[in-house]
T-cell receptor, first 114, second 116 residues
């Protein structure tokens, strides 16, 4: 069965420090991997995606993510966190195996402290 | 250009009543998706449309849920005989196409459904 795991409910980081939000997945076939962000009282917004090619993908607001096939991971990173990065982050995987489906992780709440 | 819009933004209903939720996708987007987000939970994939067709309805939680899309644009999600466990935020998203599954989805603001 396809699944996405975000092992941390919450990540706390000080402003200016690097941040990592973890995501691992289990899917048959080639996965399409995404990160979305949900700011308070706002809808979900696309951050970045991995389809194929370079394992390091760059996205909006200075975020990047590294696809690691052997570890089936797609961790979200940013070199220097901002207070405004505080939000709920979702990892998602789309796959055609057994019919098209997009599976979202449970979400990780990021708190960046000034 | 306009994003994905959903109506109503909030809906309070009594248990046993039917409700209809509407989604207007971004113009030109052929793929449309419905999700449910319960309090403190992630997103639960309900159904997708490619054009007007919904090839897989297995994600719908029960036969009280149905969805349709006409004219390749607006979609409605109908919940019959609502139950308290149906209370959640219902999110709609659209993307350019489903082809390859690699298109990012653009989300609407959601409809918050409360069943009393």
């Amino acid at each position: 069965a396809q699944s996405v795991a975000q092992p941390e409910d919450q990540v706390n980081v000080a402003e200016g420090n690097p941040l990592t939000v973890k995501c691992t997945y289990s899917v048959s076939g080639n996965p399409y991997l995404f990160w979305y962000v949900q700011y308070p009282n706002r809808g979900l917004q696309f951050l970045l995606k991995y389809i194929t090619g370079d394992n390091l993908v760059k996205g909006s607001y200075g975020f990047e993510a590294e696809f690691n096939k052997s570890q089936t991971s797609f961790h979200l990173k940013k070199p220097s966190a901002l207070v405004s990065d505080s939000a709920l982050y979702f990892c998602a995987v789309s796959s055609y195996t057994g019919g098209f489906k997009t599976i979202f992780g449970a979400g990780t709440r990021l708190f960046v402290k000034a | 250009g306009a994003g994905v819009s959903q109506s109503p933004s909030n809906k309070v209903t009594e248990k046993g009543k039917d409700v209809e939720l509407r989604c207007d996708p971004i113009s030109g987007h052929t793929a449309l998706y419905w999700y449910r987000q319960s309090l403190g939970q992630g997103l639960e994939f309900l159904i997708y449309f490619q054009g007007n067709s919904a090839p897989d309805k297995s994600g719908l939680p029960s036969d009280r849920f149905s969805a349709e899309r006409t004219g390749g644009s607006v979609s409605t999600l109908t919940i019959q005989r609502t139950q308290q466990e149906d209370s959640a935020v219902y999110l709609c998203a659209s993307s350019l196409s489903l082809a390859g599954g690699g298109n990012e989805q653009f989300f609407g603001p959601g409809t918050r459904l409360t069943v009393l």
